[in-house]
T-cell receptor, first 115, second 115 residues
């Protein structure tokens, strides 16, 4: 079965420090990759997406992610975090073929920014 | 541009009742997706509608059903409610005509509580 693994359920980081949130997916077929952020009592907001081309993609709010096909990973990074980045982050995969279209999500990583 | 809108924001029901949740997609989007975000279970794909037809469903029982109207808005119906149906139900929309990889845009969800 297709799956997405977010290795850390919680990541505490000091303000202005760099952060990396890890995501691995299980598939050898073509995939489309997404990172979403969820603030309390809200829906999901798209941070960035990888469809094809350059493996380094830049998103909103200073986030970027790198697609690594050989390691089936799509880790999210930010060089300097702010208190406002405190939220739940979800990695999601859409598998080409099979006509599914629905996203497969990881369990989420709660990013906690400490002052 | 208006985003994805969902109603109601909160819904309280008792076991055995039926619940109806509504979603209006972003203008121009033809695909609507429903997801369940239950505590401890993460985000799970429920249903996908495109051009008025159900295209795919996740691993949920038949008492979860829905439809898409000619204006592309959608309803999710949950019959014979059970306690474990308590969750945040998220609707997302995308422009399907461009094929796979179209990012899905989410509403803020309907919080369904079963007493």
């Amino acid at each position: 079965a297709q799956s997405v693994t977010q290795l850390d359920s919680q990541v505490p980081v000091f303000e202005e420090a760099p952060v990396e949130l890890r995501c691995n997916y299980s598939s050898s077929v073509s995939v489309y990759l997404f990172w979403y952020v969820q603030y309390p009592n809200q829906g999901l907001q798209l941070l960035l997406k990888y469809l094809s081309g350059s493996t380094l993609v830049k998103g909103i709010n200073g986030f970027e992610a790198e697609f690594n096909k050989s390691q089936t990973s799509f880790h999210l990074r930010k060089p300097s975090v702010h208190i406002s980045d405190t939220a739940e982050y979800f990695c999601a995969v859409q598998y080409s073929g099979g006509g599914a279209d629905g996203l497969t999500f990881g369990k989420g990583t709660h990013l906690i920014i400490q002052p | 541009e208006a985003g994805v809108t969902q109603s109601p924001t909160h819904l309280i029901k008792t076991r055995g009742q039926q619940a109806t949740l509504r979603c209006s997609p972003i203008s121009g989007h033809t695909s609507v997706y429903w997801y369940q975000q239950a505590l401890g279970l993460g985000l799970q794909f429920l249903l996908w509608y495109d051009e008025g037809e159900e295209r795919n469903r996740g691993n949920f029982p038949p008492r979860f059903s829905g439809r898409q109207f000619p204006n592309y808005s959608s309803e999710l119906n949950v019959n014979a409610l059970e306690l474990e149906d308590s969750a945040l139900y998220l609707c997302a929309s995308s422009y399907r005509g461009g094929g796979l990889g179209q990012p899905q845009h989410f509403g803020d969800g309907t919080r369904l509580s079963i007493l």
